[in-house]
């Protein structure tokens, strides 16, 4: 009972006509951002995540002691426990779900695959299933596919039309799976499902597994740092979105998935929407350019090697279309490279204790620790 009650007062919103919203990875980078933008306006807010070690934890953990100096309690479950998701939805009635829990990256993949698959593919399954089966009103779902869905496309930018179906990496695959089971839900269960095709996301608090933030750590200890030029020989580009710009778009995509679609045992009311949608900056930057920009931020010089992509599941270039979007949720990105790196730069520093005006040339600072 007192686990209940934990549970609901966080999920409770705080405004008259809130949403009330289980997010899943919330202690991790998007989820987190997107719990404490869901909180500040006053919607109820429960996380969800496993915590576990494909990243340093402790900085999942002070996500998490984040969110509860807001009072947005992060539950530590797999989204694979069946029994805790059931619990959980007879428990607190959510209006929508923001699944962003999955196993990201994508060379990883070459070394966990059975994790991709568990988590994507096997984890999408639980959410659905319970949000379709133990919820009473059924909640709207929104959650998060991948720009790697477009594989080796090279028309862009991207449109949500264009093909999907060469994904190179287990990571989209999974993602591109995911877009799969989401419509067989829909179909079936009418759950009302809206995917969310991110484009390399960065910013504070993000993930150190990620180019931006691994080399600015590189940077700061004077490692060297492995830039990709593709086989073509042309510079390897990313259409990097700031993540104040893709919560917009979580956001904007929650308020316009409608706060159910049906229900058990009421009747019907329509065909529940199925939806996918772009969320990118629309304006891809060679890496180098992302590694200028670094420099100048942390006054040191990189120590550069660059080789050829090898066939790891990259792709050469990513580039959004978002006019979808824009259309029907108003995502509108406004937030430059150099000013979002700028933003990332002042939390890195501030995370890891790093005083720029004392790195030594190559000398040995280390950017690890846990931090805050
Ligand atoms: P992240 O790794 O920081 O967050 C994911 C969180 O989910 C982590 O905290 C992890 O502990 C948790 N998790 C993983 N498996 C779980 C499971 N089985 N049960 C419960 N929790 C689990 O990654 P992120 O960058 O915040 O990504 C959020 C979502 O967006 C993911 O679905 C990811 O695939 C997708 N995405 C991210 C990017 C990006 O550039 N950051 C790009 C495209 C898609």
Avoid at 40 to 50: K, M, S
Avoid at 197 to 220: C, E, H, K, L, N
Wanted: net charge positive; proline share 5%; charged share 20%.
């Amino acid at each position: 009972a007192a686990w209940e009650r934990e549970v609901r007062r966080s999920a409770t919103p705080r405004r008259d006509g809130g949403m009330s919203v289980l997010v899943t990875g919330a202690a991790g980078f998007v989820g987190a951002h997107c719990a404490l933008a869901l909180r500040a306006r006053g919607d109820g807010v429960l996380g969800l995540d496993n915590f576990n070690a494909y990243y340093d934890p402790a900085l999942k953990r002070a996500r998490q002691r984040l969110l509860a100096s807001r009072e947005v309690v992060v539950l530590s479950a797999d989204i694979n426990d069946a029994a805790l998701l059931e619990r959980l939805f007879a428990a607190v009635p959510f209006t929508h779900v923001l699944h962003l829990a999955a196993q990201a990256g994508v060379r990883y993949a070459m070394r966990a695959p059975q994790t991709y698959v568990a988590s994507n593919v096997a984890g999408l399954v639980s959410v659905f299933e319970a949000a379709a089966r133990h919820a009473d009103p059924q909640p709207a779902i929104v959650w998060a596919s991948s720009s790697s869905v477009y594989g080796l496309n090279t028309d862009a930018p991207f449109s949500e039309e264009h093909r999907t179906d060469r994904p190179a990496s287990l990571y989209a695959a999974t993602k591109k799976a995911g877009e799969a089971i989401a419509h067989a839900y829909n179909h079936i269960y009418g759950l009302s499902i809206t995917g969310l095709r991110f484009f390399t996301v960065y910013g504070p608090w993000g993930r150190p597994d990620m180019a931006y933030f691994s080399f600015a750590q590189s940077i700061v200890a004077g490692k060297p740092i492995t830039l990709f030029r593709a086989a073509d020989g042309t510079e390897v580009r990313r259409d990097f979105t700031y993540i104040d710009d893709v919560v917009q778009g979580c956001l904007g995509a929650l308020d316009t998935a409608g706060k159910s679609t049906g229900s058990k045992s009421g009747k019907k009311r329509g065909p529940a929407p199925l939806r996918v949608y772009n969320l990118g900056n629309t304006s891809p930057v060679p890496v180098t350019r992302m590694v200028g920009i670094l420099e100048k931020l942390l006054g040191k010089k990189a120590n550069k090697r660059v080789v050829t992509m090898p066939s790891n599941g990259d792709v050469p270039f990513t580039h959004a279309n978002v006019s979808h979007a824009a259309r029907d949720f108003g995502y509108h990105p406004t937030t430059s490279l150099d000013a979002g790196l700028r933003q990332f730069v002042q939390w890195f520093i501030q995370y890891y204790k790093i005083d720029p005006a004392k790195l030594p040339k190559g000398g040995r600072v280390s950017a690890g620790g846990s931090g805050k």
